[in-house]
C-alpha cells in the first residue's frame, strides 16, 4: 500500500495562504523527500512506470464518520483556548484582538460600539408603586424603530446613587412577569434594576428560532445571531442605566438565567461598564455542546457565530479580571456540569494571571435546568459583595417571596398597554440588523481583480477560516481499475481530504492516459439518483475524460438525512458548515488529480448542478486555474431559508454574504469560462454583464451539454 505524494509549486493553493513560511518550508522539504522515494517506487514496478501502484484497502484508515469529526472539531477548539498564553503580557498581546473577534462573532459590526449612539427615547407609560420600591413600566428605542419593552425596580429613599443590575430574562414566556421576583429582590436589597425582554418572548413575539424551528440557515450565511440583537439590547439598557440620577454608573452588574445567563457572559464579555457578572445555567464548552449534543435542545441566541473558532472560556476570559460567578445545577439537561466545571478551570488560568483567583468563583444547585432556588440567594450575596461592599450571608438574604399575592399578573406589568407600536422592527429585526453586501458595478478587467481579491481575503479569514493552517498528506491510494467502461479504461483513487476523510473519485480516461489531456471533473449530488451525474454530462465531447467525485457527506460518506438539522447546527458552533466542508474537499480533490499523469493543471473543467453548484463556485474561486465552469439549476442565491427540519439543500457558509453571494462569486471567476445549461436565475444576469463587458465569448448559456462550445 504505497503512499503517493502532492505535485509540488502550482498545486499549493493560495487558500493555503495562512500557513507560515516556515511551515511551506519544512512541508516541501518532506515532500521532496517523499517525490524521490516515490520515484523509486514508481521505476520499480514492471510495466507502466507512470500508474500508481495498485492498492486493496479492505480497512478504512479513515472514520469517515461525521459525528466523530464535529467531536474531534469542538475537542480542539476547546483544547486551544490557551494555547500560547504563558504570562499575563501574553494574554493581554491577544486580548484586544479576541474581544473585537467576540463582537463580530456576535453580529456587532453594524452597530455603533464606540462614539455616538442613537437616542434612547425612553418612554414611561406608568408606575407601580410598591412597598419600599416603585415600577417604572418604560420601553426605549434601541435602534431606530427598535423597541425593547422592560421595568424598572427603583428603592425608596435614594439619597445618593446606588448601584444598579441589569436582569436579562431567559426563555419564558411573559418574561417581565416570570423573572419580577428577582428583579423585586434587588430593588428590596437597595439596587436599581432594570429588567428586559428578548425580542422572542417578550411583549412583541419576535424571531430566535431561525436556525433551530424555521429552516433559517442563511443566518449563518449573513453572520447573524439573535444574541446579538439581545446583547445590543442590553448594552443600551446600560445607556439608560448609566443616565440615571438614581444609578452610580461605575457600579453596574448583569445576571440571568438559561438564555439570560448566556447574555450575562456576553454583556460582561462585551461591555466594561459592568462590575460584576453572574451568569446562571447558560453556558459549557463547545466539546460537551457537541459530543453530548446538548446544543439540540439550545437556542440559536446563545450560540455566536463562530467564525474564529472559540469556546465560552474565550468569552469568560474576557471578563477576567472582574468579580464572576458561574451558577449551574448538576443535572442540567442544557450544560453538563461536569463542563461547566471545565470552563471554570479554564476561565480561571486568565484569573491567575491577573493575580485575581478570588475574584471567579463557581456554585452548583442540585436538580435539573430550573433547579436554581439554593443559586438566587448566593448570587444575591455576591453583587452585595461586589457592588455595594458589604458581606451579608446567603443565609441572612433568603430566597425571592414566591407566595401569589406579591405576584403581579401580567397585565400590570405590561408596557404596551395599547399593543405593539406601529414602527417597530421587533418582529423583523433579522432581516435589518446586519447589511448585506450589494452586487458592485464593475466595468474593467481592474475593477473585477480588485473586487476579487476583496472578496477572497475576506473568504479566507471570514468562512474558510477552519480550513486545516497545513493539509494533511493526500496519500492518495489506487483502489479499483479496469480496461473496460472507457475506452482508455477506468480507475478509482482515493484520498485523505482532512484528518477523518478519506474521499474518493472515479476517473474515465477517453484518452491514453500518458497523453495530457482536458478532464471535466463532475460533482455528484446529496442523495442523487443513480446514473443522476452521468446523465448530466450525457452529449460531452468524447476526448474529455471524465472524473466524478463525491465530496464527504455524499455517496460513501453520506450521513442519515435526518442527522442533517444537527450537523449544520453543530457544525456552524466549530466554525465550519456542510458546504464550506465540501468546497475544501473540492479543492483537494484538484489537487490529487493534478498529480495524475495525462492531467492538464490548466484544463479541468467543473461540472455541477443544483446544490453543488454553490460549492463549484466557490471552489472555482478559490482555485484560480479551472478553465471552465459549467452549472445547471444553480441555487438563486445563499440568503435563502431551508427547510425546517434541515433536509435539503445546505449551502450556508458562514459570513459569506457579507461580502458576496452565488452570482457575484461565479461574475469574479473570469478568467474561467461559464457555461450555464437552462435558463439561469435572475440573480445571474449581473455574473453575464461582468462576463459581456470584460470578456464577452467566456459566458454562454445552452440548452444542453452537448451545445457546449471552446471546450479548450
Known amino acids: 500500500m504505497e503512499n503517493c505524494v502532492r505535485k509540488q509549486g502550482d498545486s499549493v493553493r493560495k ?307 472582574r468579580p464572576l460567578m458561574i451558577a449551574a445545577p448538576n443535572r442540567d439537561a442544557l450544560f453538563a456540569i ?30 435539573g435546568h430550573g433547579n436554581r432556588g439554593t443559586l438566587r440567594p448566593q448570587i444575591f450575596s455576591f453583587f452585595i459583595k461586589h457592588l455595594m461592599g458589604e458581606q451579608i450571608s446567603p443565609d441572612q438574604i433568603g430566597d425571592i417571596d414566591k407566595s401569589p399575592e406579591s405576584q403581579l399578573s401580567e397585565d400590570e406589568l405590561r408596557v404596551y398597554i395599547h399593543g405593539a407600536l406601529e414602527n417597530d422592527r421587533t418582529t423583523t429585526i433579522q432581516d435589518s440588523f446586519l447589511k448585506q453586501a450589494q452586487p458592485p458595478q464593475i466595468e474593467t478587467e481592474d475593477q473585477l481583480k480588485a473586487y476579487r481579491s476583496e472578496v477572497v481575503n475576506f473568504l479566507n479569514t471570514r ?77 460531452i465531447d468524447e476526448n474529455i475524460s471524465i472524473v466524478y467525485f463525491e465530496a464527504r457527506g455524499i455517496g460513501e460518506t453520506g450521513w442519515a438525512p435526518e442527522l442533517q438539522w444537527h450537523i449544520r447546527r453543530a457544525a456552524a458552533w466549530t466554525g465550519r458548515t456542510v458546504a464550506s466542508m465540501r468546497v475544501y474537499d473540492v479543492l483537494r480533490c484538484l489537487e490529487a488529480l493534478r498529480f495524475l499523469p495525462g492531467v492538464e493543471e490548466n484544463n479541468i473543467s467543473l461540472a455541477s448542478q443544483g446544490e453543488m453548484a454553490a460549492i463549484a463556485l466557490y471552489a472555482s474561486l478559490l482555485d484560480e486555474k479551472i478553465n471552465t465552469i459549467i452549472i445547471k439549476n444553480p441555487p438563486m442565491s445563499q440568503n435563502m431559508g431551508s427547510q425546517p427540519d434541515g433536509r435539503g439543500e445546505a449551502i450556508e457558509m458562514l459570513n459569506c454574504l457579507r461580502i458576496t453571494d452565488l452570482a457575484q462569486v461565479a461574475g469574479s471567476l473570469l478568467p474561467t469560462k461559464f457555461v450555464g445549461i437552462g435558463e439561469l436565475p435572475e440573480t445571474y444576469q449581473w455574473t453575464k454583464s461582468v462576463y459581456k463587458k470584460i470578456k464577452p465569448d467566456y459566458f454562454q448559456t445552452i440548452s444542453e451539454l452537448s451545445k457546449w462550445e471552446n471546450q479548450q
Not at 468562512?463 to 481499475?481: G, H, I, N
Not at 476523510?501 to 500518458?514: A, G
Request: aromatic share 12%.
Open 15 to 321: 487558500y493555503f495562504s495562512r500557513i507560515s513560511t516556515t511551515q511551506i518550508i519544512k512541508e516541501r522539504i518532506i515532500s521532496l523527500f517523499s517525490i524521490i522515494i516515490g520515484i523509486i517506487l514508481l521505476f520499480s514496478i514492471p510495466g507502466n512506470s507512470q500508474e500508481i501502484p495498485f492498492s486493496y484497502c479492505p480497512v478504512q484508515d479513515q472514520s469517515n464518520n461525521i459525528r466523530d469529526y464535529l467531536v474531534t472539531s469542538a475537542k480542539e477548539v476547546t483544547d486551544q483556548f490557551f494555547d500560547g498564553i504563558e504570562t499575563l503580557k501574553d494574554w493581554q498581546s491577544v486580548r484586544d484582538q479576541r474581544y473585537r473577534e467576540f463582537l463580530e462573532m456576535m453580529s456587532l459590526y453594524d452597530v455603533p460600539m464606540t462614539g455616538d449612539r442613537p437616542p434612547l427615547n425612553v418612554k414611561k407609560v406608568g408606575t407601580i408603586r410598591k412597598k419600599g420600591y416603585r415600577i417604572e413600566k418604560i420601553y426605549y428605542e434601541s435602534l431606530p424603530d427598535l423597541y425593547v419593552p422592560a421595568n424598572l425596580y427603583v428603592p425608596d429613599g435614594i439619597t445618593n446613587p446606588v448601584p444598579a443590575i441589569l436582569y436579562v430574562c431567559g426563555h419564558a414566556r411573559n418574561q417581565k412577569v416570570y423573572y419580577q421576583g428577582l428583579a423585586r429582590k434587588f430593588a428590596q436589597l437597595g439596587f436599581v434594576c432594570l429588567i428586559i425582554e428578548t425580542i422572542q418572548w417578550g411583549e412583541v413575539l419576535g424571531e430566535h428560532w431561525g436556525a433551530n424551528q424555521r429552516g433559517w440557515f442563511h443566518w449563518y450565511s449573513r453572520g447573524y445571531t439573535p444574541g446579538g440583537v439581545e446583547l445590543w439590547n442590553g448594552i443600551r439598557g446600560l445607556d439608560l442605566l448609566s443616565q440615571l440620577p438614581e444609578v452610580d454608573k461605575e457600579r453596574l452588574g448583569v445576571t440571568g438565567a438559561s438564555g439570560g445567563g448566556s447574555q450575562s457572559w456576553y454583556l460582561a464579555a462585551a461591555d466594561p461598564r459592568i462590575k460584576a457578572a453572574a451568569p446562571a445555567a447558560g453556558g459549557e464548552t463547545l466539546e460537551a455542546e457537541i459530543q453530548q449534543r446538548t446544543i439540540d435542545d439550545q437556542c440559536d441566541c446563545m450560540v455566536p457565530v463562530n467564525t474564529y473558532q472559540r469556546d465560552f472560556a474565550d468569552i469568560g476570559a474576557l471578563i477576567a479580571p
Open 338 to 367: 461536569e463542563s461547566v466545571r471545565r470552563l471554570y478551570e479554564d476561565v480561571g488560568k486568565v484569573y491567575t494571571l491577573y493575580g485575581a483567583s478570588k475574584n471567579l468563583s463557581v456554585i452548583e444547585a442540585d436538580g
Open 463 to 539: 468562512t474558510f477560516s477552519a480550513f486545516p493552517a497545513v493539509p494533511e498528506p493526500l496519500d492518495m491510494k489506487l483502489e479499483y481499475r479496469t480496461d473496460e467502461e472507457a475506452i482508455f479504461g477506468v480507475q478509482k483513487f482515493s484520498f485523505v481530504s482532512e484528518k477523518g476523510w478519506r474521499l474518493k473519485f472515479t476517473i474515465h480516461w477517453n484518452q491514453p492516459r500518458e497523453k495530457p489531456q482536458p478532464i471535466l471533473l463532475v460533482l455528484r449530488n446529496p442523495g442523487e439518483n443513480r446514473k443522476a451525474s452521468e446523465k448530466f454530462i450525457e452529449g
